[in-house]
């Protein structure tokens, strides 16, 4: 199976700063990777497919990059409703997998 | 508007089994994959199952091979999870999942969830 490894775990950031989420794969994915954004007690919200797309819906300062193995997500200006976990997930395999998650907490 | 709507989680002893139930409504049911993914209790995201748009193809994680079964019926645009001999670690929100895809799958849409609780 294919492995999905985010970093950092945890992040406290300030409304206003830039935030860089990594999420390494464990074999070359080519651009099939895509990021979510859960809020506690809901369902996960797509945000970026085939790594780099932007979801209809979701703000522009979000973006991600990245091909192979190694994969970003950027929030360009955070906003107070971005505190939330991000996860990153693979679908080169059809056995799925997700990143452990990125908690994303208020400094 | 698309609507996942999951039924039949509770309570279940370790042994035993449970069906889901996955309801979609807003969207052709039968041209698109869909999946199970599930979230134990303060942890991360796990995906469970899938299944092609005919049914024919399914893949299942490796934790529950032999035990789950992904399932569809696409007259009654419903997708099902048959979980047996349940464990204490398959205690989890079960979400379903709609797979659409555009150069790339991914998980577009996702019901509200189901709790699953495997104790005694």
């Known amino acids: 199976d294919i492995q999905m490894t985010q970093s950092p775990s945890s992040l406290s950031a300030s409304v206003g700063d830039r935030v860089t989420i990594t999420c390494r794969a464990s074999q070359s994915i080519s651009s099939y990777l895509n990021w979510y954004q859960q809020k506690p007690g809901k369902a996960p919200k797509l945000l970026i497919y085939a790594a780099s797309s932007l979801q209809s819906g979701v703000p522009s300062r979000f973006s991600g990059s990245g091909s192979g193995t190694d994969f970003t997500l950027t929030i360009s200006s955070l906003q107070p409703e971005d505190f939330a976990t991000y996860y990153c997930?693979?679908?080169?395999?059809?056995?799925?997998?997700f990143g452990q998650g990125t908690k994303l907490e208020i400094k | 508007e698309v609507q996942l709507v999951e039924s039949g989680g509770g309570l279940v002893q370790p042994g035993g089994s449970l069906r889901l139930s996955c309801a979609a409504s807003g969207f052709i049911f039968s041209s698109y994959w869909m999946g199970w993914v599930r979230q134990a209790p303060g942890k991360g995201l796990e995906w469970v199952a899938n299944?092609?748009?005919?049914?024919?193809?399914?893949f299942h994680v490796d934790s529950v091979k032999g035990r789950f079964t992904i399932s569809r019926d696409n007259a009654k645009n419903s997708l099902y999870l048959q979980m047996n001999s349940l464990r204490a670690e398959d205690t989890a929100v079960y979400y379903c999942?709609?797979?659409?895809?555009?150069?790339?799958?991914?998980?577009?849409?996702w019901g509200q969830g189901t709790l699953v609780t495997v104790s005694s």
């Open positions: 299944i092609q748009q005919g049914g024919t193809e399914k």
């Open positions: 997930q693979q679908s080169y395999s059809s056995l799925r997998t």
């Open positions: 999942v709609r797979e659409r895809y555009s150069g790339n799958y991914y998980f577009d849409s």
